[in-house]
């Protein structure tokens, strides 16, 4: 299993990390037989999983469920999970304790938390108690309800200028990586000339570190349209819904179950129980 120093090194060496998220035990097992380098337990969860129409219900208790899951299917890959909305904006004992029931008790090997400011310090904090930190810069869904909307960040030049600063808190702060959304491709390479820290983009152009997708944008699962930074390698949701339907016709049919699928009494048994 790759570990935090491995992935600083992978960047000295411009070979790109990739991510993915994943959320359960299948999902899990399948990002590490694809060999990712890092699984994110994303709180995107509570939209391609659990159906809300954005990040902020998400809660510490989901977030421990799922990772714990996806801990179980994935036993070789480094596992970083989201810190819920909320969960690091109180007093950085409250931030210490909920990061700690994500790598204690979920088995988590890292957080990730949104945006600067008041955070750098929550970030600062974790680091010095050995939890690694991935910072989120750009498109920080859990502020979808202040940016008005999942807009691309970071266009003009003083929004630009105050996200290399901010990146450079992070760095500074002590977080192992950062991770870049929905940012202008020029700006997300200039972050990532700047910092020795990995960063990972989604949104964010060719020229960064690492990359990073929704495992069911990836694959065509529960998802009615992807984004435009997203590249689709499947259409899973069309042949779910041909097998279910094939299904359901054989049942009505009487075509299922087949003489392979029954369970057979013996001749003697069968007169002992009906005569
Ligand atoms: O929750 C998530 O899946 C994420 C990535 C999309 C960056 O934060
Ligand atoms: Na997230």
């Given amino acids: 299993m790759k570990q935090t120093v491995d992935f600083i090194n992978m960047k000295q060496r411009e070979e790109k990390i990739v991510v993915l998220t994943a959320y ?37 208790e989901d977030m421990i469920h799922h990772t714990k899951a996806v801990k179980r299917g994935a036993k070789n890959t480094f596992i970083m999970a989201d810190m819920p909305f909320l969960s690091y904006h109180l007093t950085v004992k409250d931030t210490l304790i909920h990061a700690g029931q994500l790598v204690q008790e979920a088995g988590a090997h890292a957080v990730k938390l949104e945006g600067a400011g ?51 808190k992070c760095e500074a702060a002590g977080a192992f990586a950062l991770l870049l959304e929905c940012v202008p491709k020029q700006l997300a390479e200039k972050v990532a000339k700047s910092l020795t820290i990995p960063v990972i983009g989604i949104g964010a152009g060719l020229n960064v570190d690492a990359q990073v997708l929704v495992y069911h944008d990836i694959l065509g699962y529960g998802v009615e349209r992807v984004a435009k930074f997203v590249k689709s390698y499947q259409k899973l949701d069309a042949s779910i819904s041909e097998s279910i339907q094939a299904y359901a016709a054989d049942v009505r049919t009487k075509q299922f179950p087949e003489e392979i699928h029954s369970f057979n009494m013996k001749e003697e048994e069968l007169k002992r129980v009906y005569g």
């Fill in 24 to 60: 359960d035990y299948p999902s899990a097992k399948h990002a590490e037989q694809g060999s990712v380098d890092i699984i994110l337990v994303g709180d995107s969860l509570e939209m391609v999983v659990l159906g809300y129409d954005s990040t902020v219900p998400v809660t510490l």
């Fill in 118 to 168: 008041e955070v750098i310090e929550h970030i600062a904090a974790l680091t010095r108690a050995g939890i690694p930190v991935c910072a989120h810069l750009g498109l920080t869904p859990q502020s979808v309800g202040v940016l008005g909307g999942y807009k691309v960040q970071g266009k003009d030049a003083r929004s630009a200028q105050r996200l290399l600063e901010d990146a450079r």
